[in-house]
T-cell receptor
Framework: SQQGEEDPQALSIQEGENATMNCSYK?????LQWYRQNSGRGLVHLIL?????REKHSGRLRVTLDTSKKSSSLLITASRAADTASYFC???????????FGKGTKLSVKP | DAGVIQSPRHEVTEMGQEVTLRCKPI?????LFWYRQTMMRGLELLIY????????DSGMPEDRFSAKMPNASFSTLKIQPSEPRDSAVYFC??????????????FGDGTRLSIL
């Protein structure tokens, strides 16, 4: 069953602009993770935020988590053409390490 | 460092044939996951193993699908007989399951399977 749902499904911006993607989920979580997938490649882990954290930064990435609203956002600042990819949120709700992925946001950054 | 290695990268075969997909996880990882990705259904978890033991195979679509992990460094996903609706990209991922729960998963580049 789908746990994370990303919004929007697709996003097109100009290089240099910021990109914000949102993720909503349904059940309580241990942590929430964001992944990037370039065309024809596997998913690459970007950042993990635990349920007791509210915000986390990694380079040009900023992730927020609101457990009361069961939502998270991924902000990419000063986007580059190389950021063009699909972005997925994934939730860890159990004790066995399995994740449930959303359907992703397709980001296109135009040079 | 070698990442997760999947083979073959592409497979085209005729309906009814047996298909075997292979995965070598990252050394030291104790969890292995098989996913299927399609445009319609997104990324679906098929089965996962912890310490070579299958934990949950509820995502395996039918009895035609089976997966094994004979040792910590190798897993297979088999489809027999294959059908056109099995066409998808199949990913293998591995991670380290610790006391604090799930850790980031490392994905291979997938096998693009086409069943004619």
């Amino acid at each position: 069953s789908q746990q994370g749902e990303e919004d929007p499904q697709a996003l097109s911006i100009q290089e240099g602009e910021n990109a914000t993607m949102n993720c909503s989920y349904k059940t309580s979580i241990n942590n929430l993770q964001w992944y990037r997938q370039n065309s024809g490649r596997g998913l690459v882990h970007l950042i993990l935020i635990r349920s007791n954290e509210r915000e986390k930064h990694s380079g040009r990435l900023r992730v927020t988590l609101d457990t009361s609203k069961k939502s998270s956002s991924l902000l990419i600042t000063a986007s580059r053409a190389a950021d063009t990819a699909s972005y997925f949120c994934a939730t860890d709700s159990g004790s066995q390490g399995n994740l449930i992925f959303g359907k992703g946001t397709k980001l296109s950054v135009k040079p | 460092d070698a990442g997760v290695i999947q083979s073959p990268r592409h497979e085209v075969t005729e309906m009814g044939q047996e298909v075997t997909l292979r995965c070598k996880p990252i050394s030291g990882h104790n969890s292995l996951f098989w996913y299927r990705q399609t445009m319609m259904r997104g990324l679906e978890l098929l089965i996962y193993f912890n310490n070579n033991v299958p934990i949950d195979d509820s995502g395996m679509p039918e009895d035609r699908f089976s997966a094994k992990m004979p040792n910590a460094s190798f897993s297979t996903l088999k489809i027999q007989p294959s059908e056109p609706r099995d066409s998808a990209v199949y990913f293998c991922a591995s991670s380290h399951l610790g006391l604090t729960g799930g850790q980031p998963q490392h994905f291979g580049d997938g096998t693009r399977l086409s069943i004619l």
